[in-house]
């Protein structure tokens, strides 16, 4: 890990705060980044101070002036050129993804893969910034509608996937003339300091403004200046519903705009008639990969009557051969959890579902002795419960799968539903009726619904977020691009005359 370190130009104690290629000096409190995957100190980066911040912020706003003019796909060529040091970075930033934040290896690297996927995707975006044309009422005019870039964006990420979703934003924010402001989860911070030295010296030898990557560090108040600060037109935010619901109410105050990616609660409905080999493999994966500790994580499986039996024995079965362990060891299916304080919530969560009459089918626990001494280690726990359960209706960052019975489909989509959340679902079926039935307006009320796949896993070239306590927010692809610019319609009249709308006449 040394090595790593030493890859991404990381010391022992690191500036935190930056603007591009400078580094501003700071004179706020440590944040010690320590991994969950043995407990040691890995090293520590300085905070963002109140003055900082504000230099951050001026820096930002004059980078935009002159970013903005530049040609979109001159902007494109530049994140052509980020994807490119992440391919030649993407060994060493994706063991320290899994280092600092405690997920698998090969999940790690394919974090970075999904940085550099979105690259690929922004660069041909870049040419394809389309408005609309429309026929005005009115003759000798032309109506049409442009996309223009919004200002400075604030982007708020969360722990579990530490690099992708900042790259889901800001390459797309930056094609679009936006300049960006990242306040990454003060629980992997070392990735972000990594991320903002690989780009500085594309952004160097191109000679962007100094300000268009800006990062700043520290806990929940520096996340509140971004949220409260008018100066930024949009927060995206990614994190728990909590979190989602004070940062919304901080920026729609001030009417500012909030890309919101909150809390899931996922399930996947087998059916009677679900090629069972699919269904585990999806259910398991979706279960416990990251440890549980994605927002598209399956926490909920639907299964029905006929099948339930003889799917809960495979299930249990698969997870027997389940390994846990150190995630930089390829062998190990599951790593730790992100910090103590999240297998408390995961215990408290196991207890609760018992005390409201759940079933344990495979037990959990905190995995002691050699190889588990950061205390983060747990064992992935399946509990048969009802839907109603207010543990159940609750997301538990962690690996915990609850499961339960139904008789109709559309029994099985109504439990489906039937939960604050609304981010990813899933359908296991080979019968057409259901599957469309599940993709209908009387389906899934989520904002993503897969069918023989499971709930994680999602593409960048299709929009991503959800509905509901999930908070509504569009990232990555599709045309999610827009909510990073500014909309305007343009009229022009090209004639001697002025014919006013509606066939209003104001003879002077």
């Known amino acids: 890990m040394q090595k790593t370190i030493k890859q991404l130009h990381l010391s022992k104690i690191n500036k935190g705060t930056s603007t591009g290629s400078i580094w501003l000096e700071g004179k706020a409190e440590k944040l010690d980044s320590y991994s969950p995957v043995d407990g040691n100190l890995i090293a520590s980066v300085v905070s963002t101070s109140k003055n900082d911040y504000e230099k951050v912020i001026t820096q930002a706003q004059k980078a935009f002036q002159t970013w903005r003019l530049v040609p979109a796909p001159k902007r494109g060529e530049v994140v052509r050129q980020i994807g490119d040091q992440l391919r030649k970075y993407k060994q060493p930033l994706g063991e320290l993804v899994s280092y600092e934040m405690g997920k698998s290896l090969q999940e790690g690297l394919g974090e970075v893969q999904e940085m550099i996927d979105i690259c690929d995707f922004a660069v041909g975006l870049s040419r394809q910034l389309y408005g609309l044309t ?88 520096v996340g509140e200046w971004l949220s409260h600060d008018k100066r930024i037109p949009l927060i995206s935010a990614t994190g728990s519903t909590r979190m989602g619901k004070a940062i919304g109410a901080a920026v729609g105050e001030r009417l500012g705009r909030s890309l919101l990616e909150l809390g899931g609660n996922n399930a996947i409905i087998i059916t009677e008639n679900a090629d069972m080999n699919i269904a585990l ?5 979706g279960a416990v990969g990251t440890a549980g500790q994605r927002c598209t994580t399956t926490r909920r499986l639907i299964i029905h009557e006929k099948v339930y039996k003889k799917f809960i024995e495979k299930l249990v079965n698969a997870y027997q051969q389940i390994k846990i362990g150190n995630p930089l060891d390829e062998k190990n299916h599951v790593g730790p959890l992100i910090d103590k304080d999240a297998v408390k919530a995961y215990t408290l969560s196991i207890e609760s579902a018992i005390a409201e009459g759940g079933k344990v089918l495979v037990p959990g626990g905190v995995l002691k002795g050699k190889g588990f001494e950061s205390g983060c280690y747990v064992k992935p726990c399946v509990i048969e419960a009802k839907n109603n359960f207010k543990i159940v209706q609750h997301e538990t960052f962690a690996p915990i799968l609850y499961v339960m019975k139904y008789k109709t489909m559309e029994e099985a989509i109504a439990m489906q539903n039937d939960v604050p959340q609304g981010l990813s679902s899933s359908i296991m079926s080979t019968n057409m ?49 827009k909510v990073y610019m500014r909309r305007q319609t343009n009229t022009i009249n090209y004639t001697d005359k002025l014919p006013l709308a509606q066939g209003i006449k104001f003879d002077l």
């Open 281 to 285: 493999v999806g259910s398991v994966f």
């Open 433 to 481: 009726r259901e599957a469309e039935l599940f993709l209908s307006h009387a389906g899934s009320d989520c904002g993503i619904a897969n069918v023989n796949i499971g709930t994680s896993g999602a593409e960048i070239g299709g929009a991503f977020g959800g509905e509901k306590e999930t908070g509504g927010g569009r990232e990555s692809g599709s045309d999610a691009w």
């Open 134 to 221: 429309m026929h005005s009422e009115r003759p000798g005019h032309r109506m049409y509608e442009q996309y223009h870039p919004l200002g400075l964006v604030g982007v708020i990420s969360a722990f579990n996937f530490p690099v992708a979703v900042w790259a889901w934003n800001t390459m797309l924010a930056w094609v679009c003339g936006d300049v960006c402001i990242w306040k990454p989860s003060e629980k992997t911070p070392l990735t972000a300091v990594a991320c903002q030295h690989i780009i500085s010296g594309v952004f160097k030898q191109n000679q962007v403004p100094e300000g268009v990557s800006c990062l700043i560090n520290g806990g929940r108040e």
